[in-house]
């Protein structure tokens, strides 16, 4: 979704097709490729501090409802970070996209892995501190994996999608039997 005439104007204008160019010392090259690293520093903050406002937000209405905030806001960050200006369809879908990735992450439970970082719990700190970090990383993957077939270009068919929906239940199966049975990390409240 994301253009790539863009990006290769981007190489030209940069000089990124003229190797020798960084070897005749080009400072104009220099320069652009500092300012192309900060538009993308930028970039990278904005989308994290508006995913983070909506994850402030997401409390008002919690489970998977409200995590559909701090996707959206994410979704419309990065379409006004790295998107086609022209194309306000690209920011919709894009928004929709990753509303819909990161609410699949709002079933996952981190009460009470939160009261672990806090010690309130019979599990300590550090066991909390990884289990934010994983139930975190769900989060973010779920959201990865929306945003990569949003913005790969590919048209994918319901098989192929079936298929890596298998894939990926049979490895959180798998991952689920690894870590809760066979090395006792309970990271939620036990579900009747």
Known sequence: MLSQAGLEKAKVHRGATDPDSWRRGDILNLALSYRSMLDLAVGVILVALATSLGWGMRGEWGHWWG?????????????????????????????AVMAASISLGGVLSYGKIVGYVKGQHERSPSF???????????????????????????????????????????????????LVLGLDLHLGPHRH
Do not use: H
């Not at 995590?67 to 006004?80: K, N, Q, R």
């Not at 289990?131 to 959201?143: A, E, M």
């Open 67 to 95: 995590a559909t905030v701090p996707g959206a806001l994410c979704g419309m960050t990065l379409w006004l970070s790295y998107g086609e200006a022209q194309d306000v369809w690209q920011m919709v879908v894009l928004a």
């Open 128 to 178: 909390g501190l990884f289990g934010l970090f994983l139930v975190g990383g769900l989060w973010g993957f779920f959201g990865g994996v929306g945003l990569g077939l949003a913005t790969s270009g590919l048209s994918y068919g319901v098989g192929d999608l079936a298929l890596w929906g298998t894939i990926a239940f049979t490895g959180a199966y798998r991952a689920n039997k690894l």
